[in-house]
Nanobody, 118 residues
Framework: QVQFVESGGGLVQPGGSLRLSCTASQNAFFYGMAWYRQAPKAIPGKRRDLVATISREGVPTYIAPVEGRFTISRDDTKSALYLQMNNLTPEDTAVYFC?????????WGQGIQVNVSS
């Protein structure tokens, strides 16, 4: 069973930057990978919101609120996924989750907290 470990979250002031990393416990061939987030006011059980995706070929997509500020990337030699977040705003405060799928299953990271506050 593949597990993902996330790192790079924390507290940052508005306008600051963070880089999230998500590394698989074993090398695997992943198809699309993505970052999701769940805001702190979310109703329990509410699904996580998609933030960005990256295809196996490295083609990224973003939701409108993060377009131009966030950059998703992947390193398949390390089975790793990244999210560079610049010009952060309080609205970006959330728990961020990485997601990936291979030929067997889909996997979630454990979630990492990002707080944007002055």
């Amino acid at each position: 069973q593949v597990q993902f470990v996330e790192s790079g979250g924390g507290l940052v002031q508005p306008g600051g930057s963070l880089r999230l990393s998500c590394t698989a416990s074993q090398n695997a061939f992943f198809y699309g990978m993505a970052w999701y987030r769940q805001a702190p006011k979310a109703i329990p059980g509410k699904r996580r919101d998609l933030v960005a995706t990256i295809s196996r070929e490295g083609v990224p997509t973003y939701i409108a609120p993060v377009e131009g500020r966030f950059t998703i990337s992947r390193d398949d030699t390390k089975s790793a996924l990244y999210l560079q977040m610049n010009n952060l705003t309080p609205e970006d405060t959330a728990v961020y989750f990485c997601h990936a799928s291979d030929s067997h299953s889909a996997y979630w990271g454990q979630g990492i907290q990002v707080n944007v506050s002055s």
